[in-house]
């Protein structure tokens, strides 16, 4: 007991070292680490240039973009690489590519801990979240982050989906909605593929207590979205409680084969 509660306080004390460093130290660029101004863009006006926004014409369900596909067809169709979601999932959007300048902001998010990213991603996020709204419901959605494990959310010391949620809500997106809880177990989803990837997260989400009586459209939120399969348990768990449209939001999305393979490219190398 006294080994966890030692390592408890240096957990904390590393936080609190750290939170000192960042106030010490000048604001820098996430991409080329050049001096940024402390309430400017956390990405220089350079980096900022260089994000990798994805291609249209994009799936009308998933935002996979189609390339020749659809102009071969001479229409916008579903891409067929979400076929497999269930009709709960209406639809899902994301600002970026996940490679590049924009892995590495989520990347300095996610485990660098830099929270302050979350508003400046989040407004990223904004315009195709409120194109969505309208899409899934009447009335603004429930913005749901998707959850960490108790021992994540500890080891982290924060929720990164959390913070992205929070920040859309302070945008006007909709209201926060954190509604669900994650099971401990299931394996890591960085550098999965697609069935492990279902695998890992079928069954870990559940309900909490005391779900609003307003239940008709939901928002999951998450910072990148790769098969979606953690999408996909999230709104089935949202269903159970009654939820009759949900859509989710990302700031970036890996590309997917369109010949059947699997393998999502832009993995992220921490």
């Not at 979400?82 to 959007?93: F, G, N, Q, S, T």
Request: charged content about 25%; aromatic content about 4%; overall charge positive.
């Amino acid at each position: 007991m006294r080994s966890v509660a030692s390592a408890g306080r240096l957990r904390l004390a590393g936080r609190a070292a750290a939170a000192a460093f960042d106030a010490l130290v000048p604001a820098a660029c996430v991409g080329c680490r050049r001096g940024v101004a402390p309430d400017g863009p956390p990405l220089c006006a350079l980096c900022r240039s260089r994000l990798p926004r994805l291609a249209s014409p994009r799936c009308p369900r998933c935002a996979q973009p189609l390339g020749n596909i659809a102009q071969a067809a001479g229409e916008i169709v579903p891409c067929g690489t979400c076929e497999e979601w269930p009709d709960i999932l209406v639809a899902a959007d994301a600002a970026f590519v996940f490679e590049g300048l924009a892995a590495r902001t989520v990347h300095a998010l996610k485990y660098d801990r830099w929270r302050a990213l979350a508003p400046w991603m989040a407004a990223r996020m904004a315009p195709g979240a409120e194109a969505m709204a309208s899409r899934i419901g009447e009335g603004d959605p429930w913005l749901v982050p998707v959850p960490l494990t108790p021992a994540r959310q500890r080891e982290r010391g924060f929720n990164q989906a959390a913070e992205l949620a929070r920040a859309l809500a302070d945008r006007g997106v909709g209201s926060l909605g954190p509604f669900l809880d994650r099971r401990p177990g299931g394996g890591r989803q960085a550098g999965v593929r697609g069935a492990l990837r279902r695998a890992n997260v079928q069954g870990r989400f559940r309900l909490r207590a005391g779900l609003p009586d307003e239940r008709r459209c939901a928002m999951i939120v998450d910072d990148v979205l790769t098969t979606g399969a953690t999408a996909i348990a999230c709104a089935e768990t949202l269903a159970e409680a009654g939820f009759r449209s949900v859509a989710t939001v990302s700031f970036a999305r890996t590309l997917r084969p369109l010949d059947g393979d699997e393998s999502p490219t832009g993995a992220l190398r921490p």
